[in-house]
């Protein structure tokens, strides 16, 4: 028998937007010898919410991506799957969903210690993928993502209990400060904002998108910047962005000739799986989040040179 878990972060219930303190850590995991992460990057992440690590991968690993991400934004199967998201306006392909599933070399890299081994440090303990995805901004088309924490969706929408759940950007193009690159609030992570609005039914087929539901209100955008502030993950492709769960971010259009594309992993640890939505909606799909049975991540080295 499954024990109901308590809604401690209560969203879309009310008509007015609420504050809250975080309940949960940031890093679940502080003092240890063999951490992978120095004093000075486990700080930062602490404090910011978020994490900056250039050049993790090399370029010879990324042009490996990049030739796979070409293959797939032309492959007909990919294209006419459920998984695939195109933009709102344009058309042009926007996002594929479940690339750890569905994609032998991807799902090496979901497994890869340099990322997935710093995750499973700062979760203290084993972990999964809760959702992953191919993500492209393609020159001049590439529309915005508007300033919302991943957690108050997965929260509500899927029924992630606690904020313990860490996303992983690795950049497989330069990302500059003209093609649209990923903003986040620092700080931001350390308070939990209740959002305005029921959500719709089917809600997912909009809100990946274009996202209309689930954002914080402007007044309280406005505070969390005349606080903390606006920073710009920017930096060379095979650099990785970290950042919590909780932490506000978003991103604006690309209106300049450059592309940015990344894959992006959503690592969860293995005692936080979801529970029924705290908005009373069915389930969104498993592409969107993973909701069978599932085994914590193999980590482990990973090499590209080769074919998968």
């Known amino acids: 028998m499954s024990i109901v878990q308590a809604d401690l972060y209560p969203s879309r219930q009310h008509n007015h937007p609420r504050w809250q303190d ?169 308070h939990f904002i209740s959002c305005v609005g029921q959500t719709p039914e089917n809600h997912y087929q909009q809100s990946l998108r274009r996202q209309e539901f689930g954002i914080p209100d402007e007044d309280s955008l406005t505070r969390l910047v005349e606080r903390y502030g606006i920073e710009q993950a920017t930096g060379p492709a095979g650099s990785v962005v970290l950042f919590d769960c909780n932490t506000i971010h978003g991103s604006g259009s690309n209106i300049a000739p450059s592309p940015r594309s990344n894959l992006f992993f959503v690592y969860n640890h293995i005692d936080n799986r979801p529970e029924a939505p705290f908005d009373g909606m069915p389930p969104r799909p498993d592409f969107v989040a993973e909701r069978g049975p599932v085994e914590p991540l193999d980590i482990g080295p990973q090499h590209y040179r080769e074919s998968p």
């Open 22 to 190: 975080r309940l949960d850590p940031i890093a679940w995991r502080k003092d240890a010898p063999d951490s992978p992460l120095t004093e000075q990057q486990l700080s930062r992440f602490e404090r910011d919410g978020f994490l900056i690590i250039e050049n993790l991968f090399s370029a010879e690993e990324v042009a490996v991506f990049k030739a796979e991400l070409q293959r797939m934004s032309k492959d007909p199967k990919v294209l006419e799957a459920p998984t695939a998201i195109r933009e709102p306006d344009s058309g042009a392909l926007r996002s594929v969903f479940a690339i750890h599933r569905d994609n032998p070399l991807f799902a090496r890299v979901a497994r890869d210690e340099r990322t997935a081994g710093l995750v499973r440090h700062l979760l203290d303990g084993d972990i999964y993928v809760h959702q992953s995805r191919l993500n492209l901004k393609p020159g001049f088309k590439g529309k915005e993502f508007y300033w919302h924490s991943d957690f108050e969706t997965w929260h509500t929408e899927d029924g992630l209990p606690r904020m313990r759940t860490i996303s992983c950007s690795i950049l497989l193009t330069d990302n500059h400060p003209w093609n649209g690159p990923l903003m986040l609030i620092p700080g931001s992570h350390r």
